[in-house]
């Protein structure tokens, strides 16, 4: 019978060991070394002079995350036509796992429930039961969740021997704060040190909650009996008793989008997340103390979300025919999230600071580390194979979309300055139709669709016909 294709952190490395040595992609210096000695590895592909940034596991547990990213890595082939014509125009970088802290402690909980040898069908069974258990949680209000309940004999003593040090870290987080409740282990999306990197942002507005000393619960009902206040496995953006810095993790992301911003190369952010099937791409509200000119947003704002109708467009949850006999694809592609609020997480930031930037969640089944899991066949199968073709139709079409937006960006700051966004969003989501349509017909060369582009939608005027 068929192992489980789960991958806990020794897998996952190994497997980035095969795709090295099968020598596309080349292996760089480690990005950081976290506090208990785990590296960040790094890994790049391609000669152009544009670049792209890919990173899985920001939040340990969604192990979905890192799969999709070495799957990426693995599907490109430098034989094929439009592999090759990206890995000349860009060099993209593969952060397969960015939090390794968090993903061996979340694994190491997953292989209690589901070791390495238990065949594919019974792990599958069990990450369904997770998923349901999950999602009844989301609706009831009860301070037992009943995916706690289902982990809640695992504890830190699952995570093995090499990782002494930081056994011992998690350890003493659960004994310093025992209201961290039971089965919270395998939810890990923080680093060793219980802080997440996504809320480890100095404009997170939490952080002045927690330094008046308030608890302070999250919302969403499944993780309602989880203080972020302090140390644990989700949110928590500091550690209020040694005051606030930044992690080596958020460190390591932020110095390499700057530097490569700073070198003019950084073209787009590709920040993988799990749960959801959605993609958040809107620049939000600065925070005050943060310089950014109004037309520098506007205009990331508008690319942003053409490249996420890119990406969209070739992405679906189900597929198959529905009753009425209509392709599910199209009813089930990824939402591009256009709803806008105050920058508060470190990518909310690294949007508004650097160009292009798209978060996209995953799993349309959502429940961390494991409900992505739990429909093989349907969730899991269309993720991996939409997002593929995703990830590669976006990176072909994307320095082309780019120029159609801006110009399209400066005609539209000729008729009316103060355009309004869903004016503007529906007019591009309409252009961006055209322009699939019309590279559909195309045979797919860069070249081809640029000439065709230029002469076909925009006339020398950037004015859309
Ligand atoms: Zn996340």
Known sequence: MKKNIILDYEQAKDKLKKIEEKGIIKREPNLAVTEYGLPIEHFTTGEGKKDIVITGATHGSEIITTDFVIKLMESINPDDTVWKEVSQEFKIHFIPILNPEG?????????????????????????????????????????????????????????????????????????????????????????????????????????????????????????????????????????????????????????????????????????YHSTGGLIFQRPAIPPESLQIPGEELTRNERVNFILSEAYSSRTYKAKGRDTDGKDKREKSRYRVMTGQELATSTNDIFRLKYPQDLLIELSGMGGNPIAPYGDINGNYTNLVESNLDATKFTFHVASALKNLCEKFSKRVQQFDKNADYETVTETEAMIFDEFSKKIMKLKPTKEAFETELEEGIINDDGEAR
């Not at 550690?239 to 460190?251: L, M, R």
């Not at 992301?253 to 700073?262: A, E, Q, R, T």
């Open 103 to 271: 993903y061996v402690i979340s694994t190491s909980a997953v292989r209690k429930m589901i070791p390495r040898e238990m065949p594919q069908e019974e792990a599958e069974k069990i990450c369904k039961k997770y998923y349901m258990e999950y999602r009844e949680d989301d609706v009831h209000p009860e301070e037992q969740k009943r995916y706690q309940e289902m982990f809640k004999s695992i504890d830190y003593t699952c995570i093995p021997d090499e990782y002494k040090e930081l056994r011992e870290a998690v350890k003493n987080i659960y004994e310093k704060y025992p209201d961290l409740p039971k089965g919270s282990l395998q939810i890990w999306s923080s680093n060793g040190n219980g802080i997440d990197i996504q809320a480890n942002s100095e404009f997170n507005p939490k952080i002045n909650e927690i330094n008046e000393g308030k608890k302070v619960f999250m919302k969403a009902k499944r993780f309602s009996n989880i203080d972020i206040s302090h140390p644990g496995p989700i949110n928590c953006p500091f550690d209020k008793e040694k005051g606030f810095k930044y992690e080596i993790e958020t460190a390591a992301i932020s110095d390499l989008l700057d530097d490569l911003s700073k070198q003019g190369k950084l073209f787009l952010y590709l920040n």
